[in-house]
Every structure is written in C-alpha cells, then in structure tokens.
C-alpha cells in the first residue's frame, strides 16, 4: 500500500521540513529580513536631491557587439566630498560565465551578488547546466522587489555568457530589469553615454571596443568628481570572460589624449590670465 | 556636498619662507559635482608685494577680488603711494566685516612681502583676521592640505624649496578631495620677482 501522498512528489521535501535535516545552501549569514514595511513611502536618501544623487557617484558602462560585451568601470570611492579610495573594484567577477558591476552603495552590491553567486553554483550543483544570464538577473530582480522602499541602493549591470550567447541586463534596486545592448549607469554616465553614443557600432573590434571603453570612462571621470582612479575593462565572450585591462590611471590618460591633440593638458589652452 | 561654500569647490594654501612667501591653487571651477573649467583664476596680483587667494563661492571670489581691485587703485590714486601688506591685510577684514549680516562667501588668504618680511594672513567669511601662523589653507581641501603642510613644512625656507614643498602639499591635499584639483598653480613671491608656475596634477 502506498502510504504516502502523491502530490507531494515535486516538491522539495517530501517529509515534514527539519530544521536539522535541511541543508543549509548559504553558508554565509542569512539574508536581512525586512521586518515591516514603511508606508511613508520610499526610504529618502541624500534628501531626495535627484540632481545630487551620491548614491551613485561612479561611472560604469557595458555595450554589446560582435566580439561579445565590453564592461569598463572607474574605481573611486567617495564619502560626500573625501575620496575614500581611488582603487575600488566595481565589478563583481560572480562565476567564470557571469559579471556584475557596482553602482549605488558598495556593500548592498558586494553582498547581493555573492549571493546570487552563490545562488548560480546551487543551480548548477541541482540542475547540471549553468544557469542563464536572463534567469540570473531574474533571480537578482526578484530579490531587490522584496527589498524595494527599504533604502537598498543598487544600479548594476549583469553580463554573462550562456547557451545562447551573451546578454547584457540592467538591474536596479527599484526593481527594473532591462535588456539592452548599451548602458552607462552612475553619476558619470551622462558624460560616459555622450562619448559612447558618438562611436558605438556593433561591429567594432575587440581593440576598437576596448578604447571606445576606457575613452568613455575617462570623460566620465574628467567632468565627474565621483569618478577617477583607474579604468578597469572586462570583455565577455563565448568562452566566459577575460580582464583586458586591471587598471590604467586616468591621469595618464588624460595627458595621452591631451597630447594626441597637441596639447599639454593643463588647462591653458585659452591661455588664461594666470595674476 | 550641501553647503554655499562647497558649491563651487576649490582649494588655496599659503606658506612663508626665507625673505619670500609661496601661494598655490588648483584650478578647477565646478557646479557641484560638475567640472565646468580647469583654468579658473583664484590667485591675484594686488600689488607687486601683495597676493590674494580666495576660496568659496566662484561667483563672490571674482566679486570681492573686483572690490579689493578697485581699494587699493583708488588708494595709489588718492594717497600717491603702494600701500603696505599689512594695511591691505587690515583693508581685507574690514571689508569683509562691512558685509557682516550678509557676507561674501569666500575664505582669503593675503601673502605680502613688507621691508622683506613676509606676512600671511587668513580669514573667516566675516573678516576675523589671523596673522601669525607660518602656512594657512582655504576651501573644500584646506583640511587635507593641513595635513601635508604639517609633514613637509620647515620654517625659513628658500624660495625654491618652499615652491616644492606647496606644490607637494597641494597636490596631495586636493587628491583627497573630489571638489579641488583639476590643476594647480604655484606663486613664489620675493623681493626680485614673482614666479608662476603651473603643476601637472591629476585632472580628474
């Protein structure tokens, strides 16, 4: 006789859930439970001075073409107006198929995507395929909608590789998720679409794609104060993704394009009064 | 970044040496976290032994610099003289004082070289002049900048040693801070001559 019931075949469990019997997938502390909700609305950050918005003082930007995807980010921290650090690294390598960057608040980033890392890895462990790019950023999306108005501060994009090619998703912490094909976010990203929307092609070369990146990282950093320090660019393609370049000083670059155009850089080409 | 003073951003330091004195600043003009320029002008030629730095509110640094102008030609004129460092250093906080209930945003700093001696002084927005310390900093950077002035300064040094160790102190102090940098220049005023120098900073 069969002394169990049927319908519990699918389901996890098929006996009453233990505490002790559970496998605990996280092996890092739980996540934050949101204990109530607010109903005054969104969590005000920065005084709700949209033009002002801190909590996305970085520049990052990722396009697709035909060699794959080309990420490239800054690298400074700011707290206010005091430069915490110049060498941050804003994109989050989450497994050898998967890359997330960093805009908004570092630590929401950091924790969220070690999380969704470590969701991939059980997926892939239970299922035996990897998980794809637009599951991925479902899964990240879902997440941040069960956060959304608790002051959660996250404007990152997820690029990866997977059984149908490479994906390009923009995942923010008021639940959007979007698909595209450019996208510049943080406070720099208005100078960094400028340069971007002006050279972009899809059938740029990997060497073609890389510069367009790092030139439009430095205008963003130039003009941005919330932007500097270094150029980090990943590329992403068939195979997972590679780093084509861990660092280069934007003050070089600077100085490098200054003399392309004959130049020194110093600000002086008007030939300012100096006393 | 709230704040009238923080608006524009920016960031001046002034130090004394041997029988000279030593201004520097950065150059950038900004709105918030927007750079509009990287060769705005913070340090003026008063006289030919007198330098002002002004910092803060850009739009009240070109203001009150106009008024200080228009102070001492109308003194050279009425008075048929140059007038002395420390009379435009007093001149300074007067008229700082005169706007007391509605001040000009800015933080001066004034250098001179007087019978060879030289003279720093430094202000509040309401002219509380203060006169007796050997470097004094100004703007969004000035407290990063203390920090340098304070490892690289040594009292009577010469002018070259003293346009090296501001320009060090500047540019390290301004690399902390996001509002100031963008270029820096450095003035080295003694008895002979007065030498501009610019500086290769970061520019971002």
Same mark, same amino acid.
């Given at each position: 006789m069969i002394d169990f019931d049927p319908s519990t075949f699918g389901l996890a469990h098929t006996y009453q859930k233990e505490d002790k019997d559970e496998i605990n997938t996280l092996s890092m502390p739980s996540a934050p439970q949101v204990i109530y909700r607010s109903l005054n609305g969104p969590t005000q950050t920065n005084g709700g001075n949209k033009l002002n918005n801190f909590k996305h003082g970085t520049t990052t930007l990722g396009f697709v073409f035909k060699e794959g995807i080309l990420l490239a980010v800054d690298s400074r921290a700011s707290m206010g107006s005091f430069l915490s650090s110049e060498q941050v690294r804003k994109v989050i390598e989450i497994n050898e198929y998967l890359l997330g960057t960093m805009a908004g608040g570092a630590a929401d980033c950091q924790y969220w995507l070690a999380y969704l890392a470590n969701h991939c890895r059980t997926y892939e462990l239970k299922n035996g395929s990897k998980l794809s790019v637009a599951a991925a950023s479902k899964f990240l999306q879902g997440i941040l909608i069960g956060y959304k108005n608790s002051g959660l501060s996250m404007g990152?994009?997820?690029? !990866?590789?997977?059984? *149908?090619?490479?994906?390009?998703?923009?995942?923010?912490?008021? @639940?959007?998720r979007l698909k !595209?094909?450019?996208? *510049?976010? @943080?406070? @720099?990203?208005?100078?960094?679409? @400028?340069?971007?929307?002006?050279?972009?092609?899809?059938?740029? *070369?990997?060497?073609?794609?890389?510069?367009?990146?790092? =030139?439009?990282?430095?205008?963003?950093?130039? =003009?941005?104060?919330? *932007?500097? !320090?270094?150029? =980090?660019?990943?590329h992403i393609h068939q195979n997972g993704w590679t780093k084509v370049h861990d660092g280069i000083d934007v003050v070089d670059l600077h100085y490098k394009f200054a003399q392309q155009k004959g130049l020194v850089g110093d600000g002086d080409e008007a030939k300012q009064r100096l006393f | 970044m709230s704040g009238i003073f923080e608006y524009n951003?920016?960031?001046?330091?002034?130090?004394?040496?041997?029988?000279?004195?030593?201004?520097?600043?950065?150059?950038?003009?900004?709105?918030?976290?927007?750079?509009?320029?990287?060769?705005?002008?913070?340090?003026?030629?008063?006289?030919?032994?007198?330098?002002?730095?002004?910092?803060?509110?850009?739009?009240?640094i070109h203001t009150f610099y106009a008024l200080m102008e228009k102070e001492i030609n109308l003194y050279n004129l009425k008075e048929n003289r140059k007038m002395k460092p420390t009379t435009f250093a007093n001149l300074v906080a007067s008229s700082l004082y005169e706007r007391r209930f509605g001040p000009f945003f800015v933080t001066p700093i004034v250098a001179g070289l007087e019978n060879g001696k030289p003279i720093l002084a430094t202000y509040d927005s309401i002219g509380c002049k203060s006169d007796l310390d050997d470097f004094q900093v100004g703007g969004t950077g000035g407290n990063y900048i203390y920090g340098a002035c304070e490892a690289f300064f040594k009292p009577d040094?010469?002018?070259?040693?003293?346009?090296?160790?501001?320009?060090?102190?500047?540019?390290?102090?301004?690399d902390r801070d996001s509002l100031s940098g963008w270029g820096g220049v450095v003035y080295v005023l003694t008895e002979q001559k007065l030498t501009v120098k610019i500086l290769k900073t970061k520019q971002t």
């Open positions: 990152c994009m997820i690029a !990866g590789t997977d059984l *149908s090619g490479q994906h390009l998703y923009y995942i923010d912490n008021d @639940g959007m !595209g094909d450019i996208f *510049s976010v @943080g406070s @720099g990203s208005t100078y960094a679409y @400028g340069v971007l929307d002006n050279y972009y092609r899809y059938d740029l *070369s990997l060497d073609e794609a890389v510069e367009l990146g790092v =030139r439009a990282i430095y205008h963003a950093t130039h =003009r941005d104060t919330a *932007s500097g !320090g270094v150029v =980090r660019v990943y | 951003g920016g960031s001046i330091v002034g130090m004394k040496g041997k029988n000279c004195i030593a201004m520097a600043c950065d150059r950038r003009f900004g709105q918030q976290m927007s750079t509009i320029t990287t060769n705005y002008q913070k340090v003026f030629k008063i006289q030919d032994n007198i330098l002002l730095a002004l910092s803060g509110l850009n739009s009240d040094m010469s002018p070259e040693e003293l346009e090296e160790v501001i320009g060090q102190s500047l540019v390290s102090g301004c």
